[in-house]
């Protein structure tokens, strides 16, 4: 009888970390863009000056980047509580033919 994968541990940390740096990442952005929001609001030269950017692209950037952070956090906790071993064998395959 074959006990558990020892990979699997291995497997549900990396999609662990490789989600909270995506979900880092995209946190910095949002944080960005709210500071180049508030800059433009304050008639002041955003920090990408030289390049025009409408209200709307900035409050659709914004909204983009927020939706993309709850889903990265709905990803961190689908990862630590619903991922099954088959979704770790994929992973596994996924990572072994890169």
């Not at 000056?49 to 990803?75: C, E, F, H, P, W």
Request: hydrophobic share 40%.
């Amino acid at each position: 009888m074959d006990g558990p994968n020892p990979n699997r541990f291995g497997s549900r940390l990396r999609v662990l970390i490789e989600t909270n740096a995506a979900r880092d990442k995209a946190e910095v952005l949002l944080s960005s863009l709210l500071s180049a929001q508030q800059a433009v609001d304050r008639h002041q030269p955003p920090p990408f000056a030289g390049r025009i950017v409408s209200r709307r692209s900035m409050d659709q950037a914004i909204s983009s980047t927020k939706r993309l952070i709850a889903s990265l956090n709905q990803a961190l906790e689908m990862a630590q509580h619903d991922l099954r071993d088959a979704d770790l064998d994929l992973l596994d395959e996924i990572a072994d033919s890169e």
